[in-house]
């Protein structure tokens, strides 16, 4: 016999609210194509989601073509978590994950084309996101509807990227 705490019980995918279906743009931009509604570590999940995009995006248009990626993916963002948190009525569901996506572009459109600096992206701005450090939490905590979703993100890409600069300051990179 199962109980609601067992092990069984446990789910690996996060269920969409009533209202949305799968295929809806509002679903599929919120939760970056269903990465987000993996039950562990969504936002990790939505900023792995986002490298192999931005390799394709940097391929076709360089760092400038990342950096305008990410503003329309802000844009996309804000418009798609605003519609998903409402009909969830939850004010920043776990499964939106196109905030991740929008900010682990914006870092890596400032971080140079090579492994390490892209893995030292990834890594400092999933540091910060999780961290929070000021202003980042209180944006987090105080925002609502689909900007607060997406900015305190975008905070911490700020974060990341002052963080590399000054990594590549004091290397002289």
Request: include cysteine; charge should be neutral.
């Amino acid at each position: 016999m199962t109980t609601p705490h067992s092990k069984s019980n446990k789910r690996w995918i996060i269920p969409l609210p009533p209202g949305l279906d799968r295929f809806d743009p509002v679903v599929l931009l919120t939760t970056w194509f269903h990465v987000g509604r993996f039950a562990k570590a969504p936002g990790t999940w939505g900023s792995l989601a986002a490298l192999p995009c931005a390799l394709i995006i940097h391929a076709l248009a360089g760092s400038w073509g990342l950096l305008i990626a990410a503003i329309l993916c802000f844009g996309a963002g804000i418009w798609a978590t605003g519609e998903y948190a409402h009909i969830s009525g939850r004010k920043d569901p776990s499964e939106a994950v196109i905030d991740e996506v929008a900010a682990q572009w914006l870092v890596l459109a400032f971080a140079p084309f090579a492994l390490l600096p892209w893995l030292a992206a990834f890594a400092f701005f999933r540091l910060f996101d999780i961290w929070k450090p000021w202003p980042v939490g209180v944006a987090d905590r105080a925002l609502t509807g689909g900007f607060g979703i997406m900015a305190d993100d975008i905070l911490a890409a700020i974060y990341a990227i002052l963080t590399l600069a000054i990594i590549r300051f004091i290397l002289g990179l």
